[in-house]
């Protein structure tokens, strides 16, 4: 009955042999194709299996699920859900390598029934944001995730533990991201029949660059991996990502692990229409084993509510901070410690969800002030002070933050000229038509230009003639 069982094994084991085999099969279609070169990109749900420090790059909740049609009789199922918190993000994973029922047979080759087998491992993350405080290195990001292991063959069972944690370095160049990991930092011995083994140490490095505006025509992601394992050689692992509009997304990858196949893989990915607030992905990755016939992979992902859209690698330039004059002028005008300047310290923080909130209240007041800060935090090189923004002068009723608001179409980050149509369209007013129109000529992102067509159907009549 063991025998039947080996080949199994084999097929995600590569080089040596150590327990809980199955964890080596890359999770995730995009992922996949990208050759399994994720270390320094993490910028989904599926970082708390690849590196969870990248589940501090996330700012809204996020649910992913893959099918691995895997080779005959063996498939793979993954399931992912992110949730922010306060300066970081948790994370939850479940994976799942089933094998469909197979005969068994005694010593004497006499057919005794059906053995069946699967493996299991859940999994629980957390990662957080850290400022450095270094010129060149002004952010990282940091994480762990403890996973549960639970493997079946027949009758027989055995489960134990591990932990993995990573880094993810963002160097004051935009679009590019250092990654490392530690798989197995610590873990329990998996014992299954026999004595059994304890999880394999394995420690990662990699790096990622992202080429172009992101949403704009084209953009091009390239990731490296090294893999140093404990119980087998060291490998590598590249990919290319090619995405077209912010929808269609063309990849290819390889990676040096394994014996199944010659490593080279392929996929693509597609963007849904956004709806309700939720961005939605299908992707699809292939590779072909030596003579076991042929991987498919099917992911599917969705992003709720309006999200700070950092670059999947890199980190967006330091924004500016506010005038000395603005300062002097809030100092002066509310004194220390009051529930205004705590608010606008909250403005100026690292979350996207209480710079928001903190915008919202700002705009109630009447101090003209806040404009001012709005204007700076628009010009800055971040993406959630620069939505917070958006936000903030949306809800001012002044003509100066109308116009200061209509710059907001021409940013560099698509989620921010979005946002700025949404918040025009809510609004409501008849000058906004010029320049929406304007920016609707010039615009490449399919989804920023269904808000700018939706914003001008909120305008007055007399605004849209």
Not at 138 to 156: H, M, N, Q
Not at 289 to 295: E, K, P, V
Not at 320 to 344: C, I, M, Y
Request: aromatic content about 10%.
């Amino acid at each position: 009955m063991l025998c039947l069982t080996a080949p199994v094994a084999s097929f995600a084991s590569g080089p040596g042999t150590s327990a809980a085999n199955f964890l080596k099969i890359p999770v995730g279609a995009r992922e996949t194709s990208l050759g399994g070169a994720f270390s320094s990109v993490a910028d989904n749900a599926d970082a708390v299996f690849y590196n969870p420090a990248g589940l501090g790059l996330l700012s809204v909740p996020e649910v992913s699920y893959a099918y691995n049609s895997y080779l005959t009789g063996v498939s793979q199922q993954w399931l992912a859900a992110s949730y922010p918190a306060k300066r970081g993000a948790f994370a939850l994973g479940f994976n799942y390598l089933n094998v469909k029922p197979f005969d068994s047979y005694d010593n004497s080759d006499n057919r005794t029934g059906s053995v069946s087998a699967y493996d299991m491992a859940a999994y629980l993350g957390y990662g957080g944001r850290l400022g450095s405080g270094l010129a060149g290195l002004p952010s990282l990001r940091y994480g762990a995730a403890v996973k549960f292991i639970s493997e079946t063959l027949d009758t027989s069972k055995a489960s134990g533990y591990g932990l993995d944690a990573g880094l993810l370095i963002l160097p004051n160049i935009k679009n590019l991201a250092f990654g490392l990991g530690v798989e197995n930092l610590a873990s329990s011995r998996i014992e299954f029949i026999d004595t059994g083994a304890r999880l394999p140490l394995k420690f990662k490095t990699g790096v990622s660059y992202l080429a172009g505006r992101p949403g704009g025509a084209a953009t091009a992601l390239l990731s490296l991996d090294l893999d140093f394992p404990q119980d087998g050689k060291n490998y590598f692992s590249a990919g290319l990502e090619n995405t077209l509009y912010g929808a269609l997304s063309l990849r290819a990858g390889y990676s040096s692990f394994g014996d199944v196949s010659s490593g080279v893989s392929f996929g693509l990915g597609f963007s849904l229409p956004r709806r309700g607030g939720r961005d939605m992905r299908l992707d699809y990755s292939y590779g072909a084993s030596y003579d076991l016939g042929n991987i498919h992979k099917f992911g599917f992902s969705c992003r709720f509510g309006e999200a700070e859209k950092a670059p999947p690698a890199g980190k967006p330039a330091a924004a500016k901070p506010a005038p000395p004059s603005v300062q002097k002028t809030t100092a002066a005008a509310n004194g220390p410690d009051t529930v205004f300047e705590r608010q606008l310290n909250l403005l100026y923080g690292d979350n996207p969800a209480e710079s928001r909130a903190a915008a919202e209240y700002l705009a109630g007041t009447d101090n003209p002030i806040v404009t001012e800060h709005f204007i700076a935090l628009l010009s800055s090189g971040k993406t959630g002070w620069k939505l917070a923004a958006v936000h903030g002068l949306g809800l001012r009723k002044d003509s100066r933050s109308l116009k200061a608001l209509e710059g907001g179409l021409t940013d560099e980050d698509q989620e921010v000229r979005r946002q700025t149509a949404v918040e025009l369209g809510r609004r409501g007013e008849a000058g906004s038509a010029a320049g929406l129109m304007a920016a609707l000529k010039n615009e490449e992102s399919d989804s920023v230009k269904s808000a700018i067509i939706e914003a001008l159907g909120k305008l007055p009549a007399p605004g849209r003639q």
